[in-house]
C-alpha cells in the first residue's frame, strides 16, 4: 500500500507518525527521492554542526564531564567490558563525548570513525592523533562519506549513537552492519525511541505548525527524523540470517499527565527496576510499559 504523497498533509502527517520501516517500503519513488535530498541538506549543512565545541552544549571529545554518569555511558562501558573489542568502527560520532571512551579503552587498537560532517571529522581527527602517540599500540582512521558505500576489513564492534534515526533505509543499513562485523562481533545502538511520547509530541506539533503549506514547502522539513522502535529491529533481524538482539533496554518513560501519578504508583507496586534518578526502565519485551519509552539502547550480535 501505498502512502499519499508526503506533499500533502495527510502524507505528511503519516509519514510523520508512521513506524519508520514500514512507512519507508509505502513511499512514492518521488518522495523517497525527496527524503533522500532532505537528509543530504540537513545532516550536512545544519548550523549546529559548524563548531563542534559547540555542539550539544560543550559536551565533546574534551569534556571533562563524567560520562559514567549517564545511562548511555554506563551501558557503553559495560558493552565494552564485556565485549573487549579490538577493532571499533563508530558510526556518526559527532564531536566526541562518548567517542572519548572507546578511544581510551584498554582493549581497543584500532578506532574507526565515519562521519558525514567534515568539521567533526577533522576535530576527532587532531585529538585521536595526539593520543596515537601516548598510547602505545593505538591507531585510528577518519573516514569522511556514506558509510554505506564503504568496503571494509571486518571488525569486532560497531557503534552508533543517535545516528540511525537519521537513517530511512535501515534494512540496507543492518545488512552492512553483518557484513561488517566480524563473527562473534557486537553492535551497540543508543536511539530515542519512537512510541507514545514521540507520536505526540508530532501530533502537537502538526496541528500547531506541521500542517501548513509553508512548513511543507521547505525541504529539510522532509529529512528522516523517525526514531525507533524494538519491533522494527526484530524485523530487520529476522530478515538478516546471523544477526541477533543479543539485549535491550528501554527507558526514560514519560506517561500521559493525568495517569502519571496513579501509573507510576502502580508500576513501584509490581517491582519494576528504576534507575538512580528513581525512573522505571524496562528489559522485558512483552510488557506495554515499553510503549511509553522515550530512550533505548539495543546490542546486537552476529552469530554467523
Not at 559527532?94 to 572519548?100: P, V
Not at 535501515?170 to 507520536?199: M, N, V
Amino acid at each position: 500500500m501505498r502512502l499519499p504523497s508526503i506533499r500533502g498533509r495527510l502524507g505528511f502527517f503519516l509519514y510523520l507518525q508512521g513506524r519508520n520501516d514500514r512507512v519507508w517500503e509505502s513511499l512514492r519513488p518521488e518522495d523517497k527521492k525527496l527524503v533522500l535530498q532532505a537528509n543530504q541538506l540537513h545532516n550536512n549543512f545544519r548550523p549546529d554542526y559548524a563548531d563542534p565545541e559547540l555542539y550539544q552544549g560543550g559536551q565533546d571529545f574534551d569534556s571533562l564531564d563524567d560520562r559514567g554518569s549517564t545511562i548511555v555511558g554506563t551501558k557503553l562501558l559495560q558493552f565494552l567490558q564485556r565485549r573487549q573489542p579490538a577493532s571499533v568502527i563508530e558510526i556518526g560520532p559527532g564531536s566526541g563525548f562518548y567517542t572519548h571512551s572507546i578511544a581510551h579503552f584498554p582493549s581497543v587498537t584500532k578506532l574507526t570513525l565515519i562521519d558525514i560532517v567534515d568539521a567533526f571529522l577533522g576535530f576527532l581527527n587532531e585529538r585521536l592523533a595526539k593520543l596515537s602517540h601516548t598510547r602505545k599500540g593505538f591507531s585510528h582512521a577518519v573516514l569522511h562519506g556514506d558509510f554505506q558505500q564503504m568496503k571494509l576489513d571486518p571488525v569486532d564492534a560497531i557503534v552508533l549513537l543517535s545516528t540511525v534515526h537519521h537513517i530511512p533505509n535501515r534494512l540496507d543499513l543492518f545488512q552492512w552492519i553483518h557484513s561488517t562485523l566480524k563473527p562473534g562481533g557486537s553492535c551497540f545502538i543508543s536511539e530515542p525511541a519512537h512510541y507514545w511520547p514521540r507520536r505526540n509530541s508530532l501530533f502537537g506539533k502538526f496541528m500547531r505548525e506541521y500542517h501548513t503549506p509553508a512548513h511543507r514547502a521547505r525541504i529539510e522539513n522532509y529529512s528522516t527524523h523517525h526514531f525507533c522502535t524494538l519491533e522494527e529491529f526484530e524485523k530487520i533481524t529476522s530478515q538478516i540470517p546471523g544477526l541477533q538482539i543479543h539485549s535491550y533496554l528501554l527507558y526514560r518513560m514519560d506517561f500521559p499527565r493525568f495517569t502519571r501519578k496513579v501509573v507510576n504508583r502502580l508500576l513501584k507496586m509490581a517491582g519494576y527496576p528504576r534507575d538512580t534518578q528513581g525512573s522505571v526502565y524496562l528489559e522485558n519485551r512483552k510488557s506495554p510499559v515499553r510503549f511509553f519509552s522515550q530512550r533505548m539502547i539495543v546490542e546486537f550480535t552476529r552469530v554467523q
